[in-house]
């Protein structure tokens, strides 16, 4: 495996003056972002076919052992706060469990039954969109978990760091960043790592855009959770729906400190109204916008 080959240019990186050796640390991060250019279509695909799979009740699945899973993790668990994306719509499988996630459970990553068992426990099905993630791409417990989600019917994704790795023949969606040999030998979560932080923000962010959750480059579903993101709530709602400040701070409060619906608010709606049309376009604002004249001239 290229990902755990040792390079030769650094095997006295120990004895370099340290602004050398963190210049070269650099340009392999540099190099593991270049190395997504080959993958873009690959991640729009993948987005596109998860999107349309997840309907209104499908789930997103984050699996991973070691660095691969706590990036998953991470990636997945960002996704309620950024974009609204109900936590009861997410599940983490997580080699040798939530506890890994702080601390090193290496040999969890051989438990294949445990791979298999999870997905099963957990439900998957048809509807849900497994992601598997391994620098390797030959994971044991990250592999039999995509395996059995296929079987059951999930769309699977698989992201490593190795081409023509059996995670990626697995999985019907696979993107693969080809990273090479680390800079400090077999430390996967370096240069490979660095890329599969990149893809999963892609993909899902990709997702989120295709769901709806996004608005003229907006997080228009965020949750606001505090004073900063109330403002930003409330400064969307004022630039989308056209009005002044404490119209669109009025509008919001209304709307619960939904965006989406105190867009709708603003624009003249009632509560009721903008909760019907959100809930037609699938919660995709441009879609209720599109409906909300016609809703408000039925009115009149």
Wanted: proline share 2%; glycine share 12%.
């Amino acid at each position: 495996m290229k990902t755990e080959a040792l390079d030769p240019r650094y095997r006295d990186l120990d004895l370099w003056p340290t602004d050398l050796a963190v210049e070269a640390m650099l340009e392999g991060q540099m190099a593991a972002i270049a190395a997504l250019q080959s993958q873009t279509q690959a991640i729009a695909r993948a987005a596109e076919a998860a999107a349309e799979r997840l309907g209104e009740t499908g789930r997103l699945v984050f699996v991973g052992a070691g660095t691969s899973g706590r990036l998953a993790v991470q990636d997945g668990a960002e996704l309620w706060p950024t974009f609204g994306w109900p936590m009861g719509r997410m599940v983490f499988l997580m080699a040798g469990g939530t506890s890994a996630l702080t601390e090193a459970y290496e040999g969890a990553e051989d438990d294949v039954e445990a791979g298999r068992r999870e997905v099963v426990s957990a439900g998957i099905g048809p509807s849900d969109v497994v992601i598997g993630v391994a620098a390797s791409g030959r994971t044991p417990y990250t592999l039999a978990a995509i395996e059995q989600a296929r079987a059951l019917g999930a769309l699977t994704v698989g992201v490593a760091n190795n081409a023509g790795s059996v995670l990626l023949s697995a999985a019907e969606c696979p993107i693969c960043a080809v990273t090479g040999s680390e800079i400090v030998g077999g430390s996967t979560r370096m240069k490979a790592g660095t890329a599969q932080k990149a893809m999963l923000n892609l993909l899902s962010t990709a997702i989120m855009i295709r769901r709806g959750l996004v608005y003229e480059g907006r997080m228009v579903a965020m949750r606001i959770s505090n004073a900063k993101l109330l403002q930003r709530g409330r400064g969307m709602v004022q630039d989308i729906a056209a009005v002044d400040a404490e119209a669109a701070a009025q509008a919001l409060e209304a709307a619960g400190n939904d965006i989406r619906l105190g867009v709708l608010v603003a624009l003249g709606a009632s509560v009721d109204e903008g909760r019907s049309l959100l809930a037609a376009g699938g919660g995709d604002l441009r879609k209720a916008l599109k409906k909300v004249g016609k809703t408000l001239e039925g009115r009149g």
